[in-house]
Nanobody, 122 residues
């Protein structure tokens, strides 16, 4: 019902910034929460941030709070993740996901993109 495509990943030095985009297509429910997750090599997939499709509700993982900002452009059906002050430990494949409730658990999300690679060098 919902298709998600991430973009904006790349290679950046520590302290730099990147903005990821998640373009949604298909039928999107206004009550959905959009989440960003990431998975580093040999690590479990972890929650990064989430935002309600309509409204102002947001949530962040403690490891990124104050550095990352999630936002949306409903007219473009796009969710963004602005990443500042990047650290090498932020290196991971970043995934966009959609779910019917706000959650920091990957299994609570129903739809997933294929991911975009973010690499932060030291």
């Amino acid at each position: 019902q919902v298709q998600l495509v991430e973009s904006g990943g790349g290679l950046v030095q520590a302290g730099g910034s990147l903005r990821l985009s998640c373009a949604a297509s298909g039928r999107t429910f206004s009550s959905y929460f959009m989440g960003w997750f990431r998975q580093a090599p040999d690590k479990e997939r972890e929650f990064v941030a989430a935002i309600m499709w309509r409204g102002s509700t947001t949530a962040y993982a403690g490891s990124v709070k104050g550095r990352f900002t999630i936002s949306r452009d409903n007219a473009k059906n796009t969710v963004y993740l602005q990443m500042n002050s990047l650290k090498p430990e932020d290196t991971a494949v970043y995934y966009c996901a959609a779910g019917q409730t706000r959650s920091d658990k990957a299994y609570e999300y129903d739809f997933w993109g294929r991911g975009t690679q973010v690499t932060v060098s030291s």
